[in-house]
């Protein structure tokens, strides 16, 4: 009998372990990767990717969670379609060769409650390097409207362009990335 108790305990254990984790799908019309890189040295240009997509999960109680995001690199927009169509070319991303940068983590870093930070891996024109996520304003509560958990945060990174083999026009347009992304993403039903 108190073998079969203990092995109760063990899977119920288990089962609340796994039910403790929330999974997260974005909201795609609040989430958008931006990027801003410097022009020649006068002007900063900035642009965006309008489809992006993301699982995440979250145990707020154990302090862990998991992203995987893909952002469709032919969404690129940066306000003017010859610049965007000399971006999406070889020169750049070469979205016909690579139609995605990804995203994937299985860490996140949080201080007492706040998450602070995600460190994983980017992928991008078949490149992958370790990246870290800085995490700001990181909030989940019940969305007034939809009447379901959303959490969202503003995420930030710098990356280094020639580090994923993207060098055309370096130095003259910059090697060094700024990117924001802002971040919604309502809990799976």
Same mark, same amino acid.
């Given at each position: 009998?108190?073998?079969?108790?203990?092995?109760?305990?063990?899977?119920?254990?288990?089962?609340? @372990?796994?039910?403790?984790?929330? *999974?997260?799908?974005?909201?795609?019309?609040? *989430?958008?990767?931006?990027?801003?890189?410097?022009?020649?040295?006068?002007?900063?240009?900035?642009?965006?990717?309008?489809?992006?997509?993301?699982?995440?999960?979250?145990?707020?109680?154990?302090?862990?969670?998991?992203?995987?995001?893909?952002?469709?690199?032919?969404?690129?927009? *940066?306000?003017?379609?010859?610049?965007?169509?000399?971006?999406?070319?070889?020169?750049?991303?070469?979205?016909?060769?690579?139609?995605?940068?990804?995203f994937k983590s299985d860490s996140f870093k949080f201080d007492g409650?706040?998450?602070?930070?995600? +460190?994983?891996?980017? *992928?991008?024109?078949?490149?992958?390097? +370790?990246?870290?996520?800085?995490?700001?304003?990181?909030?989940?509560? +019940?969305?007034?409207?939809?009447?379901?958990?959303?959490?969202?945060?503003?995420? @930030?990174?710098?990356?280094?362009? @020639?580090?994923?083999?993207? @060098?055309?026009?370096?130095?003259?347009?910059?090697?060094?990335?700024?990117?924001?992304?802002?971040?919604?993403?309502?809990?799976?039903?």
């Amino acid at each position: 009998m108190t073998l079969k108790f203990a092995s109760s305990m063990v899977a119920a254990l288990f089962a609340w @372990s796994a039910a403790a984790a929330d *999974t997260y799908t974005n909201d795609p019309a609040h *989430t958008f990767p931006n990027f801003e890189v410097s022009h020649l040295g006068f002007s900063t240009m900035r642009g965006r990717f309008n489809k992006t997509t993301a699982k995440i999960t979250v145990d707020k109680a154990a302090k862990t969670g998991s992203v995987e995001a893909t952002v469709d690199a032919a969404s690129l927009d *940066t306000g003017w379609a010859k610049r965007d169509e000399h971006l999406k070319s070889g020169d750049f991303f070469n979205v016909e060769k690579f139609p995605t940068v990804a995203f994937k983590s299985d860490s996140f870093k949080f201080d007492g409650d706040k998450l602070v930070s995600v +460190p994983g891996q980017l *992928t991008m024109l078949g490149v992958t390097k +370790p990246v870290t996520l800085q995490i700001a304003n990181f909030k989940c509560a +019940p969305h007034p409207m939809l009447k379901r958990e959303n959490c969202g945060a503003e995420i @930030s990174t710098t990356i280094k362009r @020639s580090d994923f083999g993207m @060098s055309f026009g370096l130095p003259a347009v910059g090697d060094d990335i700024k990117i924001a992304i802002e971040l919604e993403a309502l809990k799976d039903s």
